[in-house]
T-cell receptor, first 115, second 111 residues
Framework: DTEVTQTPKHLVMGMTNKKSLKCEQHMGHRAMYWYKQKAKKPPELMFVYSYEKLSINESVPSRFSPECPNSSLLNLHLHALQPEDSALYLC??????????????FGDGTRLSIL | GIQVEQSPPDLILQEGANSTLRCNFSDSVNNLQWFHQNPWGQLINLFYIPSGTKQNGRLSATTVATERYSLLYISSSQTTDSGVYFCAVEPMKTSYDKVIFGPGTSLSVIP
């Protein structure tokens, strides 16, 4: 078990569904991240919240929508996903954001399958 | 943007053997981390090492920032060391918090 908790661990959804992935940490970290990882590939950064301010990777499609209700919670809302969006979605946190000099801590991930 | 390379891409070791994994990066970085992803997908931070040398049990890492590379040493390998090892860097020249992972080294330790 890690200090970054992701739910659910597995999710199967249809292309017309709306679902949300959740991430929570109670380490007092002020930066949280969403990554997407395809099989046999490295994680790719999708979104960063640093002090609850969003930074976006412009290549991420709008069917992925992040939300940071507070500094401990990070959600990823999913809508009208495509089969190629099937992947492992990893959440991470670090004490600070850029120029942080702090390591990232990862959750166990959510395995998402789009039918 | 910055390029991150790792070598070798794949490695098979007999249990008890030692190995060295390498990470090269093409531009200056604020920090560098080594991660181990086990076969279940869990990503564990091994070292935060923007420069210098650190050791943790059978693992150690060295980063030479001026020459833009980092090395991860695994000694007396065990089957539980199997998985993928990633280095990840935070480029100095970035408009937002950005961590870029290398392609990884897939390690299999056989009994």
């Amino acid at each position: 078990d890690t200090e970054v908790t992701q739910t659910p661990k597995h999710l199967v959804m249809g292309m017309t569904n709306k679902k949300s992935l959740k991430c929570e940490q109670h380490m007092g970290h002020r930066a949280m991240y969403w990554y997407k990882q395809k099989a046999k590939k490295p994680p790719e950064l999708m979104f960063v919240y640093s002090y609850e301010k969003l930074s976006i990777n412009e290549s991420v499609p709008s069917r992925f929508s992040p939300e940071c209700p507070n500094s401990s919670l990070l959600n990823l809302h999913l809508h009208a996903l495509q089969p190629e969006d099937s992947a492992l979605y990893l959440c991470a946190s670090s004490l600070y954001g850029q120029v942080s000099n702090q390591p990232q801590h990862f959750g166990d991930g959510t395995r998402l399958s789009i039918l | 943007g910055i390029q991150v390379e790792q070598s070798p891409p794949d490695l098979i070791l007999q249990e008890g053997a030692n190995s060295t994994l390498r990470c090269n990066f093409s531009d200056s970085v604020n920090n560098l981390q080594w991660f181990h992803q086990n076969p279940w997908g869990q990503l564990i931070n091994l070292f935060y090492i923007p420069s210098g040398t650190k050791q943790n049990g059978r693992l150690s890492a060295t980063t030479v920032a001026t020459e833009r590379y980092s090395l991860l040493y695994i000694s007396s390998s065990q089957t539980t060391d199997s998985g993928v090892y990633f280095c990840a860097v935070e480029p100095m020249k970035t408009s937002y918090d950005k961590v870029i992972f290398g392609p990884g080294t897939s390690l299999s330790v056989i009994p």
